[in-house]
């Protein structure tokens, strides 16, 4: 039904997800996408300070869904002005993921 996908633009769907479901929903849209390379943002933040959405994933994390089926390009990491909601420092992570 969905059909050949190009490209995956994810700036807000796996921040969006609580830690239990963010396997899952790595793993679908792995398969259903055929692996289509992906542009992933991503939060990183003391997760201690400031309930998600979004939530924070470490480079850790993203490699542990991603790495089995992709090559990781972090591409920009860079502090988010002003932090998140003025109550915490925040990073903005970049990431490309290509079919290995």
Same mark, same amino acid.
């Given at each position: 039904m969905l059909g050949a996908v190009d490209a $995956?633009?994810?700036r807000a769907?796996?921040?969006a997800l609580p830690k239990t479901m963010?396997?899952?929903y790595t793993t679908?849209?792995?398969e259903v996408t055929d692996k289509?390379?992906?542009l992933l943002v991503t939060y990183e933040y003391d997760?201690?300070?400031m309930d998600g959405p979004p939530f924070? $994933?470490?480079s850790e994390e993203v490699n542990q869904h991603y790495k089995h089926s992709y090559g990781l390009d972090l591409?920009?990491?860079?502090?988010v002005p002003g932090g998140f909601k003025g109550k915490c420092a925040a990073k903005e992570t970049v990431w490309l993921l290509q079919n290995v």
């Open positions: $995956i633009y994810d769907a796996l921040v963010r396997n899952r679908h849209l792995t289509a390379p992906q997760q201690s300070l924070s $994933i470490s591409l920009v990491s860079a502090d």
